[in-house]
C-alpha cells in the first residue's frame, strides 16, 4: 500500500531554516509528481510546491516562492522541501502527497490521492 512519511520538522526562528524529507513507499516513485501542502491553525489545506515525476520542472505557491525549494531523488523515493527565510505565517501542519499522474497541476488538491500524516513546522522567537 502506498506509504508517506514526512519529517524535519520543529521550531524554528525567523529568518531559519528546515528541510522535510518525506518518504515513500508502496508504488512506482518515479513516475509520480510529488507535492507539498500545508494547513495553518484554524485555515484550509494550502498547496505549496510541486515537482514532476523526473524532476524537470518544480514550481511554488506565491507566498513561498524564492524562499523555499523542492527536489526528489528518484533512487531514494524521497522527496524533499528546503525552506529558507522562514516566517511566522508560514507556520503549519505540512504534508507530502503523491500526485495521480508524472505532472504538476499547480494549484489543485484534487489531483492528489495520497497524503501523509503531516509534520509540524512552528516559527517563532
Known amino acids: 500500500q502506498v506509504q508517506l512519511v514526512e519529517s524535519g520538522g520543529g521550531l524554528a526562528q525567523p529568518g531559519g531554516s528546515l528541510r522535510l524529507p518525506c518518504a515513500a513507499s508502496g508504488f512506482t516513485f518515479s513516475s509520480y509528481a510529488m507535492n507539498w501542502a500545508r494547513q495553518a491553525p484554524g485555515k484550509g489545506l494550502e498547496w505549496v510546491s510541486g515537482?514532476?515525476?523526473?524532476?524537470?520542472?518544480?514550481y511554488y505557491a506565491d507566498s513561498v516562492k524564492g524562499r523555499f525549494t523542492i527536489s526528489r531523488d528518484n533512487a531514494k523515493n524521497t522527496v524533499y522541501l528546503q525552506m529558507n527565510s522562514l516566517k511566522p505565517e508560514d507556520t503549519a501542519v505540512y504534508y507530502c502527497?503523491?500526485?495521480?499522474?508524472?505532472?504538476?497541476?499547480?494549484?489543485?488538491?484534487?489531483?492528489?490521492?495520497?497524503w501523509g500524516q503531516g509534520t509540524q513546522v512552528t516559527v517563532s522567537s
Open positions: 502527497a503523491k500526485a495521480k499522474s508524472g505532472t504538476v497541476v499547480v494549484g489543485d488538491l484534487r489531483e492528489l490521492d495520497y
Open positions: 515537482i514532476y515525476s523526473d524532476g524537470s520542472d518544480t
